[in-house]
């Protein structure tokens, strides 16, 4: 498929990109967006993978929430789009 | 129950290929022996890790085809053919082949047995596996929740699971199976043949008085459509959670 939307994937495709940094199952965990504050799972919410990193956008708004890159050793980690993550204690 | 967070230590882990089953011209199973595998839930993944000989690493998400109930693990791939991973996965790879990977992976996209709502499960393509999980899950543990199937495939042969789905379904007056082919049926061919649309999803899905946990899995398109016609169909976007594999599977 070379369809646009195609390219569009969702938080379950980073619940190991995830997983890796935080130690934690993560697509459970819920994100407000700091654009418009939409609440969503990070399962729910817009994932693009085909950049040097993984984009993750809000899919209410489009606006970025979150920017991960990983390589020579590193994550870089770009969370300013989100304005509150809630992780529920185990 | 849609919030909880189970600590995870994600490690990769070597797994023995035990048994390799076709279901499709172009999908298999393999069944991976994990000698630490912590278990996992219905609807789950791995992610699975392969390495040349020159370093290059490249890696895919693939879903848990087996019920938590299984000890050993099974996931479904789709071989495409442009692919980087699922070619080597189905094709070259032999019983006692090792495999890397990691998991299980996901906490949303997850149905427990004992959740009191009614089902809907729409399923596109190869999207079928984390579902089909779920629908082990159930029959494993004799859970009695009414579950509908919605699934779409190209051909009546790129069904998969189609004799377990009509044993399943023939078995237990609970689970109801609906098949839509979109590209071909042979003749005699009494299910469905087209895409989804608003008249299948008014005939299969359960009215929206019902309340009906829904969980969606295929290519992204497919997936959209299908969240929107549910939403037509009356339903809370809540009620819904999707999976969608895209161009960058394989």
Redesign the interface.
Known sequence: ???M?????????I??LL??IF???M????GTCGGCGTVN????VDVY??APGAVVRCPACGQVLMRIVHGRGRYWIDMSGIRCL????? | MGRLIVPTKLSWQIGEVTDIVRETPRVATLTIDVPAWSGHLAGQHVDVRLTADDGYQAQRSYSIASPPEESRLAITVERLEDGEVSPYLVGELRPKDKVELRGPIGGFFVWRAGDPRRLLLVAGGSGIVPLMAMIRHRAAVGDQTPVRLLYSSRTFEDVIYRHELERLAGANQTLTVAHTLTRSQAPGWTGYARRLDGAMVEEVAWPASDHPQVFICGPTSFVEAAAGLLVDHGYEPGWIKTERFGATGG
């Open positions: 498929m070379s369809e939307s195609d390219l569009k994937l969702d938080g379950n495709a619940g190991g997983g890796e130690n934690l199952e697509t459970s965990a819920e799972a990070v399962g729910r993978m085909n809630e992780l529920v204690e185990n």
